[in-house]
């Protein structure tokens, strides 16, 4: 239901990194978390914004690979994007409810 | 306001990764165009000429593709500087061309609404038009144009007229008040400002562009074979040994051709002139250093055939996304798994490969590393030594010790490539950080054959035109060394024993005897500078053999009798790791664009070489192979 969204978001909201393939959802949140990558946090966070990754926009994670299941395709609004779980850790979605 | 008329248009063109910018460029162009470098980096800069329709004349620049202005390779640097004026080897653009990948706008719009900031006039080109309406997307041009505030133009890059529209647009701009520059505000967007333009052209194409409800179900369902993790992984290797056939294979013949027919035209030379320095120079000089440049002509072009095809297809950024981990661990980027196959042919195309890395780093790993992949070059030289002291016997009853030992020179190079590529990473690049891998995974689209003949041209163009250069003078060097001094009169020895080559053989004799190598050995490296298989040739004269291909037997029965295992084994791994091809150096410094790394691979290859070699001859030597 939209209008109790906005709370449940915050709560139920999980890093993509972590979502299992077939994940479908809509972002929340690009919060880079400090020194998990060698790049600075906003340098992370620039270059996910760039590539369609912003609060709102509709994910699904289509493919992963087959070592680590890493890295993954993730289809965001209308483009596919390939990245490691590792930056997809700032990447913080909710999941669609099952129709 | 038509003042721009009088001098030349300075356009360019600006866009995303996958906009079809370069195809645009090509189309608009056609053969007009230039390939250089940026001065002071080995940034590629694309130019033409082109004419509108009403008859002005357009300097158009292609600039390299990048999501923002905010600079993060030195190519995304320099479309940042030429937008902004700061090149000053570059005009600043009349008028910027923003292209866009009509199906795939999202991104595209973001840079539109960061570009406007500059204030130099702007166009957007909406390209791939006809796919969109293939597609169902509907783009409102009008109300597109009205919320981002410049003119919407729609291009089909791939068909004949597909331009049209957008030239006759740009001398409607030229004239009118839209080509009139406008303040600059430009400031790298920090991560709040990208979100709000992203939200901007999000808000935009919900009331412009109405996508069908359904993405791509082709490339949806190619992907889901393609990508999977089992099946992906096959396919891709499936399709990597056609390459690989291929480029070994089919370019056989077409070698062959021009090395006989190289072979023809010295031989015509050798005749047609006059015994003495002249005849050697243009016979051993001009003509077999032109051919062992234009030998791996048809290699180059089989293996860019391929990349290009894949490229355009889509298929390139899969082939990265599925080899990715496995690369990684090694300190290599997906995306160099082709350049470094490509190198077991030759690693001349390997190295011009090279330039779909776009992370500088990234690539120069790659460049230091591929010349240790085992090129074909190398494989007369392994096929005679072993021959020659490796027993043509099985062990276990089925595996062939010789192809055995082949196999382990393979296995040898690979694992050097991926050891030195891990310390790259770990000491060469400790300072740097690890580049993220993320990468966008475009729509597949049919290659067109008109931008895949471009792309061939222009790649055979500058492999001759600058490689050739360098690689001839060296050829002219090398010849210069085995000839001088001329031999004395009445002399018995090869003429090669006199030369500079000679004494330099013997100079290296203190250096070169741990490793197990005599002063013949050393003489003959010095000619197979120019090209590894050479060096056969060079032993056989310098064991006073009368040549010719047939030979090789002799020779081979020659160093069985004159060499001990041990020094066979030595020079057999002084072969997998020395850097003894002129050509490759000479590619190394044009494709980095610096001595510096040409230097550096030079050093480190030679210290494994003779690392490798003096451990292999004194364990041999020890264990009585001596």
Redesign the interface.
């Known amino acids: 239901m939209p209008e109790s969204r906005q709370p449940v978001n915050v709560r139920s909201s999980q890093p993509l990194g972590q979502a299992p393939c077939g994940f479908r959802g809509r972002v929340d949140a690009?919060e880079v978390p400090v020194a998990t990558?060698?790049?600075p946090a906003?340098?992370?966070?620039?270059?996910?914004?760039?590539?369609?990754f912003?609060?709102?926009?509709h994910v699904e994670i289509?493919?992963?690979?087959?070592?680590?299941r890493?890295?993954i395709?993730v289809?965001v609004?209308?483009?596919?994007?390939?990245?490691?779980r590792?930056?997809a850790m700032a990447i913080f979605a909710t999941a669609d409810r099952p129709a | 306001m038509s003042s721009a008329t009088a001098s030349a248009w300075h356009l360019a063109l600006v866009g995303t990764p996958n906009s079809g910018k370069t195809a645009l460029f090509n189309a608009l162009t056609g053969s007009r165009q230039k390939v250089a470098n940026y001065p002071g980096v080995t940034v590629e800069r694309k130019a033409g000429l082109l004419q509108t329709p009403a008859g002005r004349s357009v300097n158009l620049i292609d600039l390299p593709g990048t999501y923002s202005l905010r600079g993060r390779s030195p190519d995304e640097e320099i479309t940042r500087d030429v937008v902004l004026g700061r090149v000053a080897s570059e005009s600043t653009p009349d008028l910027l061309l923003c292209v866009a990948d009509a199906t795939n706008l999202r991104l595209s719009l973001r840079l539109v609404i960061e570009l406007k900031r500059v204030g130099r006039p702007l166009v957007l080109v909406l390209n791939m038009f006809d796919i969109a309406q293939r597609r169902g997307v509907r783009i409102d041009l009008d109300r597109l144009s009205a919320e981002l505030g410049i003119p919407v133009v729609t291009a089909v890059a791939v068909r004949r007229d597909g331009t049209q529209q957008l030239l006759g647009r740009m001398d409607e701009i030229a004239d009118s008040r839209l080509g009139a520059p406008g303040e600059n505000t430009w400031q790298p967007p920090t991560p709040a400002d990208l979100r709000a333009a992203q939200r901007e052209a999000d808000r935009i194409i919900a009331v412009a562009v109405s996508m069908p409800a359904k993405p791509d179900t082709l490339t949806t369902r190619a992907d889901a074979v393609l990508l999977h993790p089992v099946a992906g992984l096959i396919i891709l290797l499936a399709l990597l040994f056609v390459m690989f056939q291929a480029v070994f294979s089919w370019a056989q013949p077409l070698m062959e051709l021009i090395s006989s027919g190289f072979a023809a035209l010295g031989l015509a030379a050798h005749d047609l002139l006059p015994p003495g320095l002249l005849q050697s120079f243009i016979q051993n000089g001009v003509i077999s250093g032109v051919g062992s440049v234009l030998v791996f002509l048809p290699q180059i072009l089989i293996l860019f055939l391929f990349i290009l095809l894949l490229e355009d297809l889509g298929y390139m950024a899969r082939a990265a996304f599925l080899m990715d981990r496995i690369m990684g661990s090694a300190g290599l980027h997906g995306r160099a798994f082709i350049p470094l196959l490509s190198s077991f042919a030759c690693a001349i195309p390997g190295i011009m490969a090279t330039r779909v890395i776009d992370n500088r780093r990234d690539r120069l790993t790659t460049i230091l590393v591929a010349p240790l992949m085992t090129c074909s070059a190398r494989i007369p030289v392994y096929t005679l030594i072993i021959s020659a002291f490796i027993p043509a016997q099985h062990i276990w009853g089925f595996v062939s010790l010789q192809g055995l030992v082949m196999f382990g020179l393979y296995a040898a190079g690979i694992a050097s490539a991926l050891g030195v590529s891990f310390l790259a990473k770990h000491f060469l690049w400790q300072e740097h950080e690890t580049p993220p891998f993320m990468l966008e995974l475009p729509d597949y689209k049919l290659p067109r054959p008109r931008a895949i003949a471009m792309g061939l041209y222009t790649r055979a163009k500058m492999f001759l035109h600058r490689a050739g250069t360098t690689i001839f003078s060296m050829m002219v060097l090398i010849w210069f060394l085995a000839s001088f001094p001329r031999p004395p009169e009445g002399a018995t020895d090869p003429a090669i024993n006199y030369s500079l080559a000679a004494m330099i053989g013997h100079a290296l004799e203190p250096v070169l005897a741990p490793v197990g190598f005599n002063w013949q050995i050393n003489v003959a490296l010095i000619p197979g500078m120019a090209a590894r298989e050479v060096a056969v040739a060079a032993l056989g004269t310098v064991y006073a053999i009368e040549g010719g291909k047939e030979a090789a037997e002799q020779i081979g029965q020659a160093l069985a009798n004159k060499w001990s295992l041990a020094t066979a084994l030595a020079v057999l791994v002084w072969y997998i790791f020395a850097p003894q091809c002129a050509s490759t150096l000479a590619v190394i410094r044009r494709e980095t664009g610096s001595w510096k790394w040409m230097a550096v691979t030079f050093g480190y290859m030679l210290a494994l070489a003779y690392a490798a070699s003096f451990i292999t001859f004194h364990v041999a030597v020890a264990l009585g192979a001596g």
């Open positions: 690009i990558t060698g790049l906003w340098e992370i966070e620039s270059r996910l914004i760039e590539l369609g912003v609060e709102g926009a289509l493919h992963e690979g087959a070592f680590g890493d890295p395709a289809r609004n209308h483009a596919t994007i390939a990245l490691r590792r930056e």
